[in-house]
């Protein structure tokens, strides 16, 4: 894997993840990329998950994929090539407060001599030759070329019944394509214009940055900034009014005070940090914390669960409430997926499960219901 390229992640700093536009050949599993929406490049190109793993836990219709980070681990041969896979569901009332059953992460990683790809570099440029099909797994001597769901990118053990041409994963996703352009096209010589289907999220290259530590300068102003914000909270919350005091004890003011004033510190910690960079989309620091931007619903040990293996998971990255605006989720049928954060924990032994795709944790962390209280006030 060429060094330079600017997708490839180091572990010892917080690196910031960023859209950018790309050419498609650049999103192709050949080239090992990081990157937002379309269908998965997928790495291992055996023993793809499909349903019923690739399922909704709430609603049970298949999900759709959402971003996959590479990230090699220096040092470990079994993980010269590792990505990270992320699917979400598309169904929106899927999406509870600090709920992550509608969601998913999987691990792929190969070593640098494996059945799919070349022991050297890929080529910069893009290949000869007319671009391969989306809907079929990339032929090579370990694998025929596996059919794949026209609709989402994943295993496709379904056809059109009435042309057999066409591949899907399930009723659902057949139904979905019917409408979108297969009843024009079926069984007929008549072009059919190819547009993404609407089940598929906007495409991008996901590429990243080391995250900039601050200067002196900088440090002591966010901190006179900090102070300055604190202080305001506790005023504000030293003098309640009489309406939030009636009926309350001494003791449960004092409570309401302690966690107000906790969780306005961390929101803004949160705001201080991704200030300098606020298009960031993700960010990744294996083995470090995460991000959080509420005081609350932040796991312990215990409930990030072990690895199949049976090591520790640790943390690997999140993704940021900012990819949200690059989703086009604000409206249609979309409208209503959301998050807060979405952290990732990983293997921290990146465990051999040979061509096969590991399930991993997420903890899903929302907007607390005091900090969307204090935005719509701030609103009004």
Not at 110 to 124: G, S
């Amino acid at each position: 894997m060429a060094t330079q390229k600017k997708h490839k992640i180091e572990n010892e700093e917080v690196a910031l993840g960023f859209l950018e536009d790309a050419e498609s050949w650049q999103l192709q599993s050949a080239q090992f990329p990081s990157k937002v929406g379309g269908r998965p490049a997928w790495l291992s190109l055996r023993d793809l998950p499909g349903l019923p793993v690739l399922e909704c836990e709430i609603c049970r219709l298949p999900m759709a994929f959402l971003l996959q980070v590479y990230a090699p681990i220096p040092g470990m041969d079994r993980c010269f090539h590792r990505t990270l896979f992320v699917f979400c569901c598309k169904t929106a009332s899927c999406y509870s407060h600090n709920d992550s059953r509608c969601m998913k992460v999987f691990r792929s990683q190969l070593a640098r001599k494996n059945d799919f790809y070349p022991y050297d570099p890929p080529p910069e440029e893009p290949p000869s030759g007319p671009d391969p099909d989306p809907c079929v797994v990339p032929a090579t001597e370990a694998g025929s070329g596996q059919k794949l769901c026209r609709v989402c990118g994943c295993p496709g053990s379904k056809a059109c019944s009435r042309c057999h041409n066409v591949s899907y994963c399930s009723k659902h996703h057949q139904t979905i394509d019917w409408k979108h352009r297969h009843k024009k096209e079926c069984c007929s010589q008549e072009p059919c214009s190819v547009t993404p289907p609407p089940f598929l999220f906007p495409e991008a290259e996901l590429v990243t940055e080391p995250e900039e530590e601050e200067d002196e300068g900088g440090k002591k102003e966010e901190r006179m900034e900090k102070k300055e914000e604190d202080d305001n909270v506790q005023k504000s919350v030293d003098e309640p009014s009489l309406a939030e005091c009636k009926g309350l004890a001494e003791t449960d003011l004092e409570d309401m005070a302690h966690h107000e004033t906790e969780e306005s510190k961390v929101f803004q910690r949160f705001k201080q940090r991704i200030a300098p960079e606020p298009h960031q989309v993700l960010r990744y620091c294996r083995g470090g914390s995460p991000l959080w931007l509420s005081s609350e619903h932040i796991p312990s040990g215990d409930d990030i669960p072990q690895c199949t293996c049976g090591s520790k998971r640790v943390f690997e990255f999140q993704v940021m409430p900012q990819l949200l605006n690059s989703l086009a989720v604000d409206s249609g049928p979309d409208s209503g997926i959301d998050w807060g954060t979405l952290a990732i924990y990983s293997c921290s032994d990146s465990c051999n499960h040979g061509n096969a795709y590991c399930p991993e944790a997420m903890w899903k962390q929302d907007v607390s219901a005091d900090q969307n209280r204090t935005q719509n006030h701030r609103e009004k």
